[in-house]
């Protein structure tokens, strides 16, 4: 059984096409440039050449209708027939309350989808759009929508309220959701699968830290708090999104700044976090070219982001009265030693004991352990898969 996996952003789409029975990639692949002039595709296939094709492409259908002939093309697909794909998993960023598990598409699914578009302007939109696509051109296709916000709709009330006037919960729907669910979700079973536990006796904090970041206390298998809140610009600091300030900052830079609020918008999150503070870069490579430099401002950045993720795995283990294991993930979780080594040093107290040996060796590979062996946590880094595990919760499904 093969299951193809959609991840529309607003210019651009990722596919990859996975085959269940192995659960490896057949083929992977990103379009980028969807209605703008220069529009290219780029397929990925073990051991092959790239193929790579640069066709003008007005909208998402188009995209998918090349996303498809690429992947049956006679020389560089990988499939005969489009229907030797028994299904499409779509990541779809916003599930509201309405959605604690993933979903087969059908048309109230898209009305709610459609009505989450006010809590995720930015997402929604074009996820919505790839499944109408993929609705047009493969009608007898079941289609899955797998949500970001799904895995954090267990945390309880006293997580997701804010300390706000009630009525914007009861009336607006405003409300921590959490995001990356898929990701930490993830990580989470793996870390269980390699401890050869049971997740339900665990108590875990996965950290999601790429370009967007997030930590989550995932207790039994349960997300039960997470960083990122009502949008994903709340929490630790991330590639150019401030997290969590105090909120008074924003009438700061209204009032006495003169910025409108689409400004602020911009400020917050695009010339933020470790791009704001080191004036470097979104990129931590770039960061760590910086550093090497003896760059202050980016040793700063540096800091900033350890210190915060830091504190983040004290108060998580503190409301989950312990922790078993801590896993990182994603681009800058996976890479980069130097957040690793400033989130996890001071934390004996707790029975974090980190290997700093292990923890600079770069050969990840399916995870490594990097804490040392009489360490009381064990301390992870296990590459992400969210395609995988959008496929395996749509195979589920269908
Ligand atoms: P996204 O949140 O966009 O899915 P990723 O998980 O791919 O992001 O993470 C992207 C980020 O990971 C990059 O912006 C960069 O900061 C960081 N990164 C990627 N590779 C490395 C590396 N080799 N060393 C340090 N940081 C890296």
Same mark, same amino acid.
């Given at each position: 059984?093969?299951?193809?996996?959609?991840?529309?952003?607003?210019?651009?789409?990722?596919?990859?096409?996975?085959?269940?029975?192995?659960?490896?990639?057949?083929?992977?692949?990103?379009?980028?440039?969807?209605?703008?002039?220069?529009?290219?595709? +780029?397929?990925?296939?073990?051991?092959?050449?790239?193929?790579?094709?640069?066709?003008?492409? #007005?909208?998402?259908?188009?995209?998918?209708?090349?996303?498809?002939?690429?992947?049956?093309?006679?020389?560089?697909?990988?499939?005969?027939?489009?229907?030797?794909?028994?299904?499409?998993?779509?990541?779809?960023?916003?599930?509201?309350?309405?959605?604690?598990?993933?979903?087969?598409?059908?048309?109230?699914?898209?009305?709610?989808?459609?009505?989450?578009? #006010?809590?995720?302007?930015?997402?929604?939109?074009?996820?919505?759009?790839?499944?109408?696509?993929?609705?047009?051109?493969?009608?007898?296709?079941?289609?899955?929508?797998?949500?970001?916000?799904?895995?954090?709709?267990?945390?309880?009330?006293?997580?997701?309220?804010?300390?706000?006037?009630?009525?914007?919960?009861?009336?607006?729907?405003?409300?921590?959701? =959490?995001?990356?669910?898929?990701?930490?979700?993830?990580?989470?079973?793996?870390?269980?699968?390699?401890?050869?536990?049971?997740?339900?006796?665990?108590?875990?904090?996965?950290?999601?830290? =790429?370009?967007?970041?997030?930590? +989550?206390?995932?207790?039994?298998?349960?997300?039960?708090?997470?960083?990122?809140?009502? @949008?994903?610009?709340? =929490?630790?600091?991330?590639?150019?999104?401030?997290?969590?300030?105090?909120?008074?900052?924003?009438?700061?830079?209204?009032?006495?700044?003169?910025?409108?609020?689409?400004?602020?918008?911009?400020?917050?999150?695009?010339?933020?976090?470790?791009?704001?503070?080191? =004036?470097?870069? +979104?990129?931590?490579?770039?960061?760590?070219?910086?550093?090497?430099?003896?760059?202050?401002?980016?040793?700063?950045?540096?800091?900033?982001?350890?210190?915060?993720?830091?504190?983040?795995?004290?108060?998580?283990?503190?409301?989950?009265?312990?922790?078993?294991?801590?896993?990182?993930?994603?681009?800058?979780?996976?890479?980069?030693?130097?957040?690793?080594?400033?989130?996890?040093?001071?934390?004996?107290?707790?029975?974090?004991?980190?290997?700093?040996?292990?923890?600079?060796?770069?050969?990840?590979?399916?995870?490594?352990?990097?804490?040392?062996?009489?360490?009381?946590?064990?301390?992870?880094?296990?590459? @992400?898969?969210?395609?995988?595990?959008?496929?395996?919760?749509?195979?589920?499904?269908?």
């Amino acid at each position: 059984m093969k299951v193809l996996v959609i991840n529309c952003g607003s210019s651009s789409l990722k596919y990859q096409l996975i085959d269940m029975t192995t659960e490896e990639a057949l083929a992977e692949g990103l379009v980028e440039r969807i209605g703008i002039q220069g529009s290219i595709l +780029t397929q990925k296939v073990k051991g092959r050449d790239k193929y790579i094709v640069e066709n003008p492409l #007005k909208d998402h259908q188009d995209a998918i209708e090349l996303v498809l002939n690429s992947l049956v093309h006679e020389k560089f697909g990988v499939i005969k027939s489009m229907d030797e794909i028994s299904a499409v998993g779509h990541r779809v960023v916003h599930g509201g309350e309405k959605y604690s598990q993933s979903v087969l598409v059908d048309e109230e699914v898209m009305k709610n989808i459609e009505e989450f578009i #006010k809590l995720a302007p930015l997402h929604n939109p074009p996820n919505i759009i790839g499944i109408k696509a993929c609705q047009k051109l493969m009608p007898n296709t079941p289609m899955v929508c797998v949500f970001d916000t799904a895995f954090h709709q267990t945390m309880p009330e006293k997580a997701y309220v804010y300390p706000l006037s009630y009525e914007y919960y009861e009336n607006d729907h405003i409300r921590r959701y =959490g995001f990356h669910g898929t990701s930490h979700k993830y990580v989470a079973n793996k870390v269980a699968e390699t401890m050869k536990k049971d997740i339900k006796d665990l108590k875990i904090i996965t950290c999601h830290l =790429g370009n967007g970041v997030s930590v +989550t206390a995932v207790d039994g298998g349960k997300s039960i708090d997470t960083t990122m809140g009502f @949008t994903p610009l709340a =929490g630790t600091i991330m590639g150019s999104r401030c997290g969590d300030i105090d909120p008074a900052i924003v009438m700061y830079l209204v009032k006495e700044k003169g910025y409108n609020i689409d400004e602020v918008n911009e400020i917050l999150n695009k010339k933020s976090g470790i791009l704001g503070v080191s =004036g470097v870069g +979104t990129d931590f490579r770039d960061i760590r070219s910086a550093m090497g430099e003896n760059n202050k401002r980016a040793i700063l950045a540096t800091d900033i982001f350890g210190y915060q993720i830091k504190k983040q795995i004290g108060a998580y283990a503190a409301v989950m009265g312990g922790v078993d294991a801590i896993v990182f993930t994603a681009g800058i979780g996976e890479h980069a030693p130097e957040v690793r080594i400033r989130a996890l040093t001071g934390l004996e107290f707790i029975g974090i004991k980190l290997d700093t040996t292990k923890n600079d060796s770069h050969e990840v590979g399916d995870g490594m352990l990097i804490s040392a062996e009489d360490s009381g946590v064990k301390v992870y880094v296990i590459p @992400t898969n969210e395609e995988l595990m959008i496929a395996k919760e749509t195979l589920a499904l269908v």
